[in-house]
């Protein structure tokens, strides 16, 4: 899979969290090669927590089952702290989650483990395009409020001339 459906000027960065070092490697290793993007690896939800708070993502990906705090309290947090942080979930116990529920969550999608790498590269690249979607419909819109604010300025002062 290739990345040329994204913008290339743009380098995107996903926070990968799984409690399995090597799965977290990897799947950064499948990720970098095939949309071109930095990852970060982090081991469990309060380290996920303490990199959002210190750092930019485009989005995050995140085991569900990690001992202490698990990946649907990751999601929780993240939906309510950062909504407009889009979020994949992957878990090795499919059957222990609904694909709904998780939706209702708020995450963007889930993949199981063993995922197909490019079927993670694809929602990845169909993520990021929504998000550059809705990035410039709220930059257009707040755009307009401008012009709206501006507009109405205008109005207001050349009516003022007019009156006595």
Not at 13 to 20: G, K, P, S, V
Not at 84 to 93: H, Q, S
Not at 139 to 150: C, E, F, P
Request: proline share 4%; aromatic share 6%; with cysteine.
């Amino acid at each position: 899979m290739s990345d040329s459906n994204l913008d290339p000027e743009r380098k995107r960065h996903i926070l990968i969290t799984d409690d399995d070092h090597a799965i977290a490697a990897s799947t950064a290793r499948v990720l970098t090669r095939s949309i071109n993007c930095e990852c970060t690896t982090v081991h469990s939800v309060d380290d996920a927590i303490s990199a959002i708070e210190a750092g930019e993502f485009d989005a995050l990906l995140t085991d569900m089952v990690m001992p202490e705090r698990s990946g649907l309290e990751l999601v929780r947090e993240v939906v309510q702290r950062w909504p407009r942080l889009p979020i994949v979930v992957m878990t090795g116990c499919a059957e222990d989650f609904s694909y709904m529920d998780l939706m209702k969550e708020g995450a963007a999608d889930f993949i199981p483990k063993p995922f197909n790498p490019e079927e993670l590269a694809a929602k990845f690249v169909r993520l990021f395009r929504e998000k550059d979607s809705m990035e410039q419909l709220l930059a257009d819109l707040d755009r307009l409020r401008k012009l709206n604010v501006a507009q109405a300025l205008s109005e207001r002062k050349y009516r003022s001339l007019f009156q006595y």
